[in-house]
Each structure stands twice: as C-alpha cells, then as structure tokens.
C-alpha cells in the first residue's frame, strides 16, 4: 500500500507546523552556492504545501526566516529577501488552484518596504480562500511573538480594555501572532538538527516532534507522509497515563 493510502484520515493532524532546515549544507555538497539551496527549497515548500492541501491539513506553517536570520551576510539576507518576493509573486496559481489562504506572522515591518507590500496584497488577495491556511513565519521567532504580545496586553491593560486579574491562557492565544490557529500537533524539522531554534515557543508546548536528517531540499511529498504516520503511530497523553487516554 501506498504511504500515503496508510494515512489514518480521522487523525490527521490539523495544523503541522516545519522548521525548513539544511539548504546551506544541501548546497555545499553539491558544491554550490548557499542561494542556490534556498531557490530549490522553493521545490520542497511547494510539494509541502500541495501534500498538506490534498490530505485535508488545514493549517501550514512555515519557519523560513528568523529573528537571528538577520545577522547572516548581508548578500544571503538580500537574496532570501529577492526570493521571497519571486516566489510569493510565482506561487499565487498553487495558492488559488489548491484554495489556500496565505497568511504571515513576525515582524514584518522589517521586511524591505517591496516585500511587505507584496504579502499583504497576497494575503489580501487569497483571504477567501477556503481549504488550507499557509503561514510563513518571516522575521520571526517566537520571543518576540511573546514580546509583541505582552505589550499590546500591557497597553490594554493601561487602557482599561482587559483586567490584568482576567487575563487567562486564552487571553495570551489571542495576543500571539497566532491568534484564531490551532497550536500544531506536529512539528517537523529537517536537516538533523534537533531544537526550536526560537521557533513558536508557547504554541509548541504540547506539539509532537518528528526530526529527519534530510536537507530540506530533498524533502518530498513522501517525507511529509512518513511524518504524519510517525506521528500517528504516538500515543499523546496530555500528562495522563496511557491507560486514561486509550480507554
Ligand atoms: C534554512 O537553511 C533556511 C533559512 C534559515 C533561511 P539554512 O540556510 O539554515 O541551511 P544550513 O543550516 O546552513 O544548512
Ligand atoms: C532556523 O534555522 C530558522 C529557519 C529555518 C528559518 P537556522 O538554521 O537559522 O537555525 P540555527 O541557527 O541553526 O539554530
Ligand atoms: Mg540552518
């Protein structure tokens, strides 16, 4: 049987969030150059995305750029930023043939003033589409999502719309850049590292973590399926024991 055909359909997860790591090191053992590996993570990002929307994943995020991105040399900064904005430009015919709504989260007012108009107008664009949300996660890393958050709570709280003694775990979800998604049951990570990198530090706290050596160049529709049937195979207990949750 086909991987994907093993997919359990009533369990699948609902929103997967992927840490896209390894294009550098793809590149040098190909000896190319590191931009190189980004441009053909492009591939992965689209295969990635058309997968999710086929199974019935309703929510896609994507880590492809950091806080800590910054501090690369400025030339790597700069092409990822000109790949952004072709890339973005170039997939709005997946984004509408697989009904997807593109969304963003980070601080993206330190984009180049370009990029930043370009998703919005995309984003703008797509919003009534209907079958999965795709979520690039662009300039940001998930102290400053806590950051952002606390402030706007802060300054509510000074304003007299919130009370601080009301503010619940609900409160801090609708603060987060992530306000109104799911936290992911799965988080993928490619490249053999294994950490968060800075990634969605309150959202991740219940999440399965599944971690592949394979550059994320390589990745393809069937690393997507192995992941997914990893991740079924768990049990999650929530703190529980096992025979709570499997009664
Ligand atoms: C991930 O690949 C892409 C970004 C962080 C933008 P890397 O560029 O981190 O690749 P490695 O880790 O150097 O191989
Ligand atoms: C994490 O990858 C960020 C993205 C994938 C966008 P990095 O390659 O920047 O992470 P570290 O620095 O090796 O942890
Ligand atoms: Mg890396």
Known sequence: MELKDQINNERLPKHIA?????????????????????QRGVQSVREVCEACAELGVEYLTLYAFSTENWNRPLAEVTGLMTLFAQTIKKEMD?????????NAIGDLERLPESNYKMLKETIDATKDNKRMTLTLALSYSGRWDLMQASRRMAADAAAGIIKPEDITQDTIDNYLSTAGIPDPELLIRTSGEERISNFLLWQLAYSEFYFTPKYWPDFQKADLYEAILNYQRRERRFGKTSEQVTK
């Open 94 to 102: 997946t984004f509408f043939k697989n009904d997807i709504r593109l």
């Open 18 to 38: 992927i840490i896209m790591d390894g294009n550098g090191r793809w590149a040098k053992e190909h000896g190319k150059q590191r931009i190189l590996g980004h």
